[in-house]
């Protein structure tokens, strides 16, 4: 009998559980089926014994999968430092690949992904989940249609708690890793990476494309014992001369947004405010009264795997490439540069809870909520609040 497409899972613990899961939940083996799993350490996985259960193949290495097997599709939903060869590798057998965000650790490495893809006739998807969703392709159809007129000024704030046990994992904030590879892990290019990209990406041309950063000025700051920061300031003038501002911190004890406010000529659009960030839809506001509701961008997590199922069958459009993609790994690098060494948060403002969040202890910043708060509201940068420990960041141009 036919299984329709074969997916190679690569990484099943983490975030890789969201794709073992889907799998499994939704299975439907006339169209796809899982054709192996690739995991140094798969006890990890909860769900281990039901992969077995059906005779799927599980091996250590890619190259241990490879020699023996093939797949259709390989998901690779590993640490950032192993995306680049792993990528490169899945195509050079045969493979289409779906990569978790980000799309690699620097730009370098995006350009040799881009062109191991071009030397065959694969498809590469990055996982940037917002850019599947109903949602946000049909708000880029609008803004590409010039139903906004230009774009002026978008903004986005991300108040996320991330507890001790978080940046306990082994390359959790790191620049680099023990092996001398390039993680730059961070908020901005791990939990909250989707929104900055977003904004990238709303903006671009066409459906696989998004608008380049053309210079870059950031404030990095962190509270938790981390190589990386944990809370990020950003202005980006784009090639269009837009401006982008992203303000986003994993030092507190609150969960707020993502939430946005995208500005054009004709009318903003708008996901949640401040007051009132949660179950909000997606809403563009004209300058003529009339709105339009766009709907809810969280739904469809898993849109991205079967967009990929589906292109692999050639039943679908890539939405979401590496040139698409690299847009937000330029960003980061350029940040990295604004910011050669990470300003620490003031001792005496660093706190610890026992119960910070969700019952689990960590470390958070007093009154930070409220200072990116103000940042996004008046769009300016911390260091223009005239706050003590605030340190501007130099700009950075990008040919």
């Known amino acids: 009998m036919d299984k329709g497409v074969s997916v190679l899972l690569v990484g099943i613990g983490g975030y890789g559980s969201t794709y073992v899961n889907g799998m499994l939940d939704n299975r439907c083996d006339e169209k796809y089926h899982i054709a192996g799993v690739v995991d140094p350490k798969p006890e990890s996985q909860s769900r281990l014994a039901e992969i077995t259960d059906l005779k799927v193949p599980v091996c250590a290495s890619m190259e241990e999968f490879y020699k023996d097997y093939s797949a259709d599709l390989a998901v690779i939903s590993s640490p950032i430092q192993f995306h680049c060869d792993q990528v490169c590798y899945a195509l050079s057998k045969g493979s289409n690949v779906l990569c978790e965000k980000p799309l690699s650790a620097t730009v370098e490495e995006g350009l040799r992904m881009i062109e191991a893809r071009s030397g065959t006739d694969k498809f590469v998807s990055i996982g940037y989940q917002w850019?599947?969703?109903?949602?946000?392709?049909?708000?880029?159809?609008?803004?590409?249609?010039?139903?906004?007129g230009?774009?002026?000024?978008?903004?986005?704030?991300?108040?996320?708690?991330?507890?001790?046990?978080?940046?306990?994992?082994?390359?959790?904030?790191?620049?680099?890793?023990?092996?001398?590879?390039?993680?730059?892990?961070?908020?901005?290019?791990?939990?909250?990476?989707?929104?900055?990209?977003?904004?990238?990406?709303?903006?671009?041309?066409?459906?696989?494309?998004?608008?380049?950063?053309?210079?870059?000025?950031?404030e990095l700051y962190r509270a938790n014992p981390i190589e990386n920061f944990d809370t990020a300031a950003v202005r980006v003038i784009t090639d269009?001369?837009?401006?982008?501002?992203?303000?986003?911190?994993?030092?507190?004890?609150?969960?707020?947004?993502?939430?946005?406010?995208?500005?054009?000529?004709?009318?903003?659009?708008?996901?949640?405010?401040?007051?009132?960030?949660?179950?909000?839809?997606?809403?563009?506001?004209?300058?003529?009264?009339?709105?339009?509701?766009?709907?809810?961008?969280?739904?469809?997590?898993?849109?991205?795997?079967?967009?990929?199922?589906?292109?692999?069958?050639?039943?679908?459009d890539i939405l979401c490439g590496p040139e698409a993609a690299l847009s937000h790994t330029r960003c980061i690098g350029a940040m990295h540069a604004s910011v050669p060494e990470i300003v620490q948060f003031p001792e005496q403002m660093i706190k610890w809870d026992e119960k910070m969040f969700k019952n689990e202890s960590g470390f958070y910043v007093e009154e930070l909520q409220q200072v990116l708060k103000d940042c996004y509201e008046k769009r300016v940068m911390p260091s223009k609040l005239g706050i003590s420990w605030a340190k501007p960041g130099m700009m950075i141009k990008l040919k």
């Open 131 to 148: 850019s599947y969703s109903k949602v946000i392709q049909d708000l880029k159809k609008d803004i590409q249609a010039g139903l906004f």
């Open 150 to 218: 230009k774009a002026l000024r978008l903004k986005t704030l991300l108040l996320w708690a991330r507890t001790d046990a978080y940046f306990k994992r082994g390359w959790a904030g790191k620049i680099k890793d023990s092996q001398g590879r390039w993680v730059l892990d961070s908020i901005a290019n791990n939990a909250t990476a989707h929104y900055l990209h977003n904004m990238f990406y709303v903006l671009g041309e066409k459906t696989d494309e998004s608008i380049k950063p053309l210079n870059v000025t950031a």
């Open 240 to 316: 269009n001369g837009a401006e982008l501002m992203y303000f986003a911190t994993h030092a507190t004890r609150v969960h707020l947004g993502p939430i946005f406010c995208y500005e054009f000529e004709k009318g903003k659009v708008v996901y949640g405010t401040p007051d009132d960030p949660e179950g909000s839809n997606v809403v563009a506001y004209f300058e003529d009264g009339s709105t339009k509701s766009y709907g809810d961008p969280t739904q469809g997590v898993l849109n991205k795997l079967w967009n990929a199922i589906d292109a692999v069958k050639g039943k679908a």
